[in-house]
């Protein structure tokens, strides 16, 4: 009965570093999105994975943030050469499906230097 | 396209009621309510589909006007747990009759004091 969870809790990295984010979604749940949260902010989309459709990708800043989803498992978000700009939660979310509820994790807060 | 919420903040008093509105200048399929507390993640409040419904949960419930592409958020009687910033997300409905991806509002902070 385990949630979404995400990993690290915390990442603090360099300029120009890359990072890794973890998310493990709630089991059977189809849909998983990726959002950043700036402090006072609201919830920007990231990218979002539905089954084996290709993903949604409108919503990733720039080609230094790419994602990849193994079936319906695991998602890791992957900041290449990170930028002060980057600092901010990184919240995943699963759901049965599209138009069902999210759940969310924790999130990751990751700080650039 | 994001949807505007407002107000963007507000204070009341415990017992005190108050309303959040959520808008889309587009045709929306659904909108989604969620809060989050200080330094937790959202939770889901409830979904409200086309079709004017109006859901409750506790004593909070929204209602969904399609011609309008308003929907409001009712919280009545506020008590201190309801404070946090309420996000509402919305799809909106596409030509081809199909939904887009959730978009969320930037939030309304609420406090309920003593």
């Known amino acids: 009965g385990a949630g979404v969870s995400q990993s690290p809790s915390n990442k603090v990295t360099e300029k120009g570093k890359d990072v890794e984010l973890r998310c493990d979604p709630i089991s059977g749940h189809t849909a998983l999105y990726w959002y950043r949260q700036r402090l006072g902010q609201g919830l920007e989309f990231l990218i979002y994975f539905q089954g084996n459709s290709a993903p949604d990708k409108s919503g990733l800043p720039s080609d230094r943030f790419s994602a990849e989803r193994t079936g319906e498992s695991v998602s890791t978000l992957t900041i290449q050469r990170t930028q002060q700009e980057d600092s901010a939660v990184y919240l995943c979310?699963?759901?049965?499906?599209?138009?069902?509820?999210?759940?969310f994790g924790p999130g990751t807060r990751l700080t650039v230097l | 396209q994001q949807p505007v919420q407002s107000p963007q903040a507000v204070i009341l008093r415990e017992g005190e009621d108050a309303v959040i509105n959520c808008s889309s200048s587009k045709a929306l399929y659904s909108v989604h309510w969620y809060r989050q507390k200080h330094g937790e993640a959202p939770v889901f409040l409830m979904i409200?589909?086309?079709?004017?419904e109006q859901k409750g949960h506790e004593k909070i419930s929204a209602s969904f006007n399609e011609k309008k592409q308003q929907s409001s958020l009712y919280l009545t009687a506020s008590q201190l747990s309801y404070s946090g910033t309420y996000f509402c997300?919305?799809?909106?409905?596409?030509?081809?009759?199909?939904?887009?991806?959730?978009?969320f509002g930037t939030g309304t902070r609420l406090q309920v004091t003593l």
């Open positions: 409200l589909l086309k079709g004017g």
């Open positions: 979310a699963s759901s049965i499906n599209r138009v069902s509820e999210q759940f």
């Open positions: 997300g919305t799809e909106r409905l596409l030509k081809t009759g199909t939904a887009s991806k959730l978009t």
